[in-house]
């Protein structure tokens, strides 16, 4: 999940050093007490070294097959000089993948995008090394040069959404330079739970394929937040909107709650998904408010069974402690 990491200062002071000098090749860097931490300055013996030979000298042997880690290295002779890597195998933890793929583009903000001139995600070592560059060069050369944010968001897709059989969709633009597909049945029940009709449910997921976020199709009318909680996939991620209608110390109320859920599951499929959900929410609840839709609470969790109708109530109605004043004790003999 998303969770407020942010670079350290350490973070920050190394990555300033890298930047005011060409003797630093790279700066490696983890997660580590819920902050972007570094994990040293990579230094070539001369500075004469080639990339390629600083990769594979410098860079190769700090690379785990079971540890997740963050590469910025200096690559080009003019700014944007960097490049920054995300390195998450297969192996590692789940919920270090996690991490690590939600905040690779946390990464490059925190730092500065101006300095990065394009972003990688890696999954194993072979790709880190020399040949493994010169096979990404060939591949990036085939492709528009588009930022990787942009290739996430599918605005390289909008043509093929646009003129696609099914169901249409219709592009949300987030800023003069980014585009979202989004189907047009996804908007419309996104507005009819606004104007307080409909099922009071809508759920939506993103298309891997198409990376178009789409209504699922669904005929049910939950009316608790057990009954909510079988609707969502437990296997897949969901953004879900829940007009919920309850009656709390003798009142009748119906907030709209968002719940944005990402179960653990292994795989390639989970590793993309992951990087596109988080990139995703912030975009999908600012088209429900342009839809007029109010999202009173929002909760963020992996698994389905983490939604209880006793947490949503305890979010939703805080408890109010009550201070007891404060008895002065009786002297003695008396």
Aim: include cysteine; proline fraction near 7%; glycine fraction near 6%.
């Amino acid at each position: 999940m998303q969770s407020g990491i942010t670079a350290s200062q350490e973070l920050v002071s190394q990555f300033t050093a890298l930047l005011s000098t060409d003797e630093h090749f790279g700066l490696l860097a983890t997660i580590a007490n819920e902050q972007l931490q570094p994990l040293g300055l990579l230094t070539p013996p001369s500075s004469s070294s080639s990339f390629a030979s600083n990769v594979d000298a410098l860079l190769t042997p700090r690379i785990k097959p079971n540890e997740a880690l963050y590469i910025i290295l200096r690559r080009y002779a003019s700014a944007p000089a960097l490049v920054a890597v995300t390195y998450v195998p297969d192996t590692a933890p789940v919920r270090q993948k996690m991490l690590f793929a939600a905040t690779r583009l946390t990464l490059v903000r925190e730092l500065g995008s101006e300095h990065f001139r394009e972003t990688i995600f890696a999954t194993t070592a072979a790709e880190l090394s020399s040949a493994g560059f010169e096979k990404h060069d060939a591949h990036a050369a085939l492709d528009a040069p588009l930022t990787e944010e942009e290739r996430s968001l599918g605005e390289v897709k909008r043509a093929e959404q646009e003129a696609g059989a099914g169901t249409g969709a219709k592009e949300i633009h987030l800023s003069s330079r980014l585009a979202m597909p989004v189907g047009e049945d996804a908007l419309a029940e996104i507005k009819e739970l606004a104007s307080g009709g409909g099922r009071g449910l809508v759920m939506l997921k993103i298309n891997p394929q198409t990376e178009t976020v789409e209504l699922v199709p669904s005929s049910a009318s939950p009316s608790s937040i057990s009954e909510l909680v079988q609707t969502i996939s437990p296997t897949e991620p969901r953004f879900t909107f829940f007009r919920y209608t309850h009656t709390h110390a003798g009142a009748e109320s119906s907030p709209v709650l968002f719940f944005y859920t990402c179960p653990v599951t292994p795989g390639a499929k989970a590793i993309k998904f992951r990087m596109m959900y988080p990139l995703m929410k912030r975009a999908v609840l600012e088209i429900a408010a342009r839809e007029g839709l109010t999202v009173d609470k929002k909760f963020e969790v992996e698994e389905t069974d983490e939604i209880t109708e006793a947490g949503v109530l305890d979010e939703l109605h805080p408890r109010v402690e009550e201070k007891k004043a404060f008895s002065r004790p009786k002297r003695p003999g008396r």
